[in-house]
């Protein structure tokens, strides 16, 4: 065939099926059609409702109230337009608004025949009386927008907030979100975020040529139904979220509980704790945010990272058995500490031979320290093999990383390993007393709130945990996502967990812990003082309860708290008896941890590190009183 028409052929057949197309899209669908009437068909949003957040008994925590939004239409501002009383009605200045439009304009895919917000946040009260004027401004539309309402007056960095998307949130789903859209941006509403926010629908209205609407453009056929947002319901125990949060005031520091046998968070409390009703008003998020002394938005269950202190002995102990250096017969002997060379690790367990459980219960620095020894010198020519070995139980317990939580912050802590220590010490250049701290969780360990109750829960379910999450059911679904319903197991075998438990109820009935006993329910625990560089020591404790069958597992972690059985320890114990019998028999210690003030501590804590930085200026010593004119002497504590 002559090469002329093959070229026709394929012309003509390319031809054809360009016509087919533009037929079809012309005679058979709406798309040409409303985009050749854009200037008379008007796309307007229908912003579904937010899904309600729960708690697990379905206590009602945050749900929806409207305010209203003022937009505008550019292109039906007409000559004429009267700015002065339309700024009047608005209570805002010309300037003000000649600002806005201005930003308007500079949004990204600006045109003069799209809608964009003027103003937000107005009330019922205002709404009303906009509306009885608006009609006398026809580029003007009165929109009604979902508005958090929350129902607690806590758990505030559980919940999040809700907050207008900028240029760069929209370019991670510019398909869904526009200029003035509200999508949330910590905590739940955030992680959460597309099961919360549900689906916009879209209304068509025709409009006359002054782009006044006349009605639904085909009877509402091309018309797409909004779809709500789902309902999320938590895993957190509201009532006893508020008793941690309520025993952390004036302090600061992070408490998590768990369900061992599902790894769901039954309590994830952070102090100073934040009131989620600040988020409504106007500039708290920025001030919350700028707050750089107390850091009320730093998370400290999941963000903080603490070295854990004599809580982590049971790991080292675990790892030993595991790795065959130390088992339930060993015998360690304790002079009041461990020496080392010209050093020495002091200890306050007395004098004495030690095995596992009474080395647990009366937390004896000198046997857990010999124990890391073993470790270390496993392979006695080899230390970076033994410590890589050790580090990799370690991190099957949940340590030294991300945990993968379905909440959006977290830290890593650190679990050091031969790579670590080379790279800042040297290789070749450290060994196993240079690094002895480490076996009573100091040195370079660090562990934060939530990685401590994971490895409690573990401990409790004899080598195993699910990742922990704080959401149990969606639309009242129970949650199917494996990442939060497989077990991982631990590198340690379940046989070396019986003796490890002995010891933790020994802490509580002879120990440490005795302070905290109970005659309603078995605890199993381990007390904690973390030397802290910047202050006075943190105090710290692990738990979980009932000792014979686990409910719940519990770290607490009170900065600057001296030491374990002063403040953690009454704490978790409390938190426990709460879950366990929804009330609190100890009432006196119930109202020593809520009467309890470490504020004092944390003012002399930053006025030594405003002195180390020279910013220091020390208060008055004396004031005049401004009704009586008396010359008042000042506690410059109490400033």
């Known amino acids: 065939m002559n090469k002329s028409y093959l070229f026709y052929i394929l012309a003509i057949s390319v031809a054809l099926i360009f016509i087919a197309r533009l037929a079809y899209l012309q005679l058979f669908t709406d798309r040409y059609i409303l985009n050749a009437f854009n200037t008379s068909i008007k796309k307007e949003v229908v912003y579904p409702k937010r899904g309600d957040i729960l708690d697990r008994d379905g206590r009602l925590l945050v749900t929806n109230s409207y305010d209203y939004e003022i937009q505008i239409t550019p292109a039906l501002l007409e000559k004429g337009f009267d700015t002065i ?28 025949v799209g809608t964009f917000p003027l103003i937000q946040g107005i009330n019922r009260e205002d709404f009303t009386r906009f509306q009885e004027q608006i009609y006398k401004y026809p580029a003007v539309d009165i929109v009604k927008r979902p508005k958090r309402e929350y129902r607690v007056n806590s758990a505030g960095n559980v919940l999040g907030y809700i907050q207008e998307v900028n240029n760069a949130y929209i370019a991670t789903d510019s398909a869904y979100y526009m200029p003035g859209d509200l999508a949330g941006h910590a905590g739940v509403e ?54 941690a949060e309520d025993m952390l005031v004036n302090k ?16 994830l409390a952070s102090s100073p704790v934040i009131d989620p009703n600040r988020y409504n008003v106007k500039g708290e998020i920025y001030r919350m945010t700028k707050d750089s002394v107390s850091k009320i938005m730093y998370d400290r269950a999941l963000q903080a990272e603490y070295p854990p202190g004599s809580p982590y002995k049971i790991l080292t102990s675990l790892v030993g058995f595991e790795m065959g250096v130390v088992d339930s017969a060993t ?21 004495g031979s030690h095995k596992i459980v009474s080395a647990i219960a009366k937390s004896c620095n000198s046997y857990f320290s010999k124990a890391w020894m073993a470790i270390l010198k496993k392979d006695s020519l080899d230390i970076e093999k033994s410590i890589d070995q050790w580090s990799g139980i370690m991190k099957s317990f949940g340590l030294g990383q991300y945990l993968g939580t379905d909440l959006p912050v977290g830290s890593k802590g650190n679990i050091p390993d031969a790579d670590y220590y080379n790279y800042y010490l040297g290789k070749g250049k450290w060994n196993p007393y240079s690094i002895i701290s480490n076996g009573i969780g100091q040195g370079e360990i660090l562990t934060t709130p939530i990685q401590m109750a994971l490895y409690t829960a573990a401990i409790a379910n004899k080598g195993w945990y699910i990742t922990p999450h704080i959401v149990k059911a969606i639309d009242g679904i129970p949650i199917k996502d494996s990442a939060y319903t497989i077990k991982h197991h631990t590198l340690v075998d379940p046989r070396h967990f019986p003796v490890m438990i002995k010891g933790m109820e020994d802490v509580i009935t002879a120990g440490t812990g005795r302070g905290i006993l109970s005659k309603k329910f078995t605890q199993a625990g381990k007390t904690g003082t973390a030397e802290n560089p910047h202050g006075q020591d943190h105090s710290i404790f692990v738990l979980f309860a009932p000792a014979e069958d686990p409910k719940i597992a519990i770290a607490v972690t009170i900065e600057n708290g001296y030491w374990g059985s002063r403040w953690a320890a009454p704490m978790a114990s409390l938190i426990a008896e709460q879950y366990l019998f929804d009330t609190i028999e100890r009432k006196h210690l119930y109202e020593r941890m809520i009467k309890g003030d470490l504020r004092p501590e944390y003012r002399r804590q930053e006025v030594e590190r405003l002195k180390a930085k020279g910013w220091y200026k020390a208060p008055p010593k004396f004031t005049i009183d401004s009704l009586t004119g008396d010359t008042l002497y000042v506690d410059s504590l109490a400033l």
């Open 85 to 112: 009383r339309f700024s009047e009605l608005l209570g805002i200045s010309v300037e003000d608004f000649n600002q806005r439009m201005a930003d308007i304009k500079q949004i990204k895919g600006y045109s003069k």
């Open 190 to 243: 955030k992680s959460y975020e597309k099961v919360l926010r549900g689906v916009k629908g879209f209304n068509y209205l025709k409009k006359d040529i002054r782009l006044r609407t006349i009605g639904s453009y085909k009877n509402g056929e091309n018309d797409i139904p909004v779809k709500n947002g789902k309902t999320l319901t938590l895993s957190l125990d509201y009532a006893v979220q508020k008793l």
């Open 252 to 267: 600061r520091g992070g408490i998590v509980a768990l369900e061992p046998k599902t790894g769901e968070i039954l309590v």
């Open 331 to 351: 015998v360690y002997t304790c002079q009041h500490g461990f020496r080392y060379g010209r050093a020495r690790m002091a200890c306050h367990c007395g004098r």
